[in-house]
């Protein structure tokens, strides 16, 4: 009857254990990002369409979010879709025709190249679609918003 002693353990490890990240995009061809949620709060930036956001919290229409340099600002909710998007960090990106360093490079996304999240595979690659409609695979690691 070992096993159920470590049953208690087992809940409060996931219990502690982080929440994952929920990321959206800008859905509007430009939307604001604000220091309060209020339309009369300050102008903090202006963010593309597309563009992935973190969703830190929501409150009302709002939503707190955090861009891929850290900065918190807030957001109206209804400038947000669904679309799981991902931001190249490198200089060039290597996306790749297979999950595998050695397979042959699809393309290149430039750093802050915006490719849209179709999945994830293992490994810790991630299936990711660009504007043209190419299509590969690139290590999370070189994204930002996975």
Aim: proline share 5%; charged share 20%.
């Amino acid at each position: 009857m070992r096993p159920l002693l470590l049953m208690p353990a087992l809940v409060a490890l996931f219990a502690s254990a982080p929440a994952m990240a929920q990321f959206r995009s800008v859905e509007e061809n430009a939307a604001i990002l604000y220091d309060a949620p209020s339309r009369a709060a300050t102008r903090v930036s202006v963010v593309s369409r597309h563009y992935p956001l973190e969703v830190i919290t929501t409150l009302g229409a709002w939503i707190k979010v955090r861009d891929h340099t850290g900065a918190l600002a807030w957001i109206e909710t209804k400038s947000l879709g669904e679309r799981h998007m991902v931001l190249a960090t490198a200089a060039a990106t290597e996306v790749r025709q297979r999950p595998d360093d050695a397979a042959p490079v699809a393309f290149i996304a430039l750093q802050n190249v915006v490719l849209e999240r179709i999945d994830g595979a293992s490994g810790g690659w991630l299936r990711v679609r660009a504007a043209d409609g190419a299509e590969g695979y690139v290590r999370a690691s070189q994204v930002w918003g996975s």
